[in-house]
């Protein structure tokens, strides 16, 4: 039996080794500030626009469409307040989805007391948006539309070619986290008709602390951070330099290894899933069945209660994730898996399992073997019978 | 027992081996608390017992609970605390007792004791209701405060169950 298994590739990942190595010399003696005249300076510099090239090849971008923050909940706040700021005067409204991540939903929120109309479009019970519905949603005073790559709860990816064609003729902006996929599957901004995307470097095996923003060239936004006017003065902030280099090599390592890394770990999830739905009595798959990130598998399993199915999964050893109330502080369940339709009862009974670079065939055999006995017992101590 | 844990030491070992489990049969009096769409529900079973100097004891006490690690650690250490107690004494339960037993418990999850506590007090209504007894006025209060709770409760996520069945609908 593995001692530690780590299924929760969605929440973070480890920094792979290779990219430490690149990061170590910024952490020591490359620690010029990017402003500098100097030759300190100039190396660091260096350092940033080369990785500014490796972060937009892996979108099919050009370097100059990059900003560096700090976390892909500032990309997505930027993206979203930036735009919104800029066009106030002549158009207000905003549309999104109902499954996005806090930094959007709360953002948008946000939004809507500043004098801003933000419109929340439905998904079906896959978590799929509709590109019809967007049609209908939009009007003349719309600005941006964002709607998530794929989602980092249920892993279904949304048509955001189709909804990307649909801006593109309206001639609106349309923003698309990419938090979850960026690294994982292809991403091409041009044939996507991407104005403005998120990016995060921790859910790639980079550093925390880094993201990044994509935004077309032409694409006007006002920034929220005002100071030296770092990176083309829409992100003031001395530069994380050595965040950025190991940002920049988790790309380059993602780019090269992509296709086989998805194609195994697609292999590992079927089998995942296959397995779960089999051997667990009223089990059921959230999200879409195909349409979904290689790396994601989420669960309900009837008259067993999430958290409690973590911290089970957590004394052998194994760890996961739920969308129970009970595992917030809002004591609220996953905004997500109400949108999808589930009941309170059914989305308090979540797990989700993500898998990543490091996750082998014999680690979900592990689970395979024991979690339908955490299930079992758990119902045992239920007062609701299946 | 793991060194980084979210819950102190007592309520894992509650969870990993909880204590009292199931159900009695033909029990005196039972206690059902929460709602299986907040995520917790608690199932209290208690048999009475009779002893010459104390009069009526809980001689026996399980439970059933549905929800998170902390929800079936303060029911299995309840039915801990009060098997044995004269019903007297069980009138007087106080919740800080669980969570001083268990070693603490995070802010978020306090509500759990107060649930368990509420079992504990909704069996004993329900023993002394069905022998027909006078309910104590501090056991009569607790009653109609768990009642309103409930209101409320179902009231919150009406919102949300009436989304879904719409959604059901378009199905």
Known sequence: MPKKIYLDYAATTPIDPRVIRKMTPFLKEKFGNTMSLHSFGQEAKQALEESRQAVADLIKAKANEIIFTSSATESNNLALKGVAFLKKEKRNHIIISSIEHPSIMESAKWLETQGFEVTRLKVDKYGLVNPEDLKKAIKKETILVSVMHANNEIGT???IEEIGKICKEKGIYFH????????KIPIDVNKMNIDLMTMSSHKMYGPKGVGALYIRDGVKITPLLHGGGHELGLRSSTVNVAGIVGFAQACKICKKEMKKTTKRLRKLRDKLIKGILSKIPHSYLNGHPKKRLPNNANFSFEFVEGESIVMQLDLLGIAASTGSACATAKLEPSHVLLAIGLKPQKAHSSLR????????EKEIDYVLKVLPGVVKKLRKISPFKV | MKKFSLYPKK????FKYPHNMGRIENAD????VGNILCGDVMWLYIKIGKEKKRGEIIKDV?????GCTAAIATSSVITDLVKGRSLEEALEFDREEIVKE?????PVKIHCSVLAADALYEAIYDYLTKQKRKIPEKLLKAHQRIEKEKKEIEKRYKEWTKIEEEMYKKF
């Open chain 1, 157 to 159: 990816i949304e048509p």
């Open chain 2, 102 to 106: 268990l070693g603490g418990l995070p």
């Open chain 1, 176 to 183: 698309t986290d990419a938090a979850q996929t960026f690294g």
């Open chain 2, 11 to 14: 309520v894992m070992e509650h």
């Open chain 2, 62 to 66: 399980k439970f059933e609970t549905y």
């Open chain 2, 29 to 32: 009096g039972i206690g059902k």
């Open chain 1, 353 to 360: 399992l993500s898998l990543g670079r490091w996750t082998k």
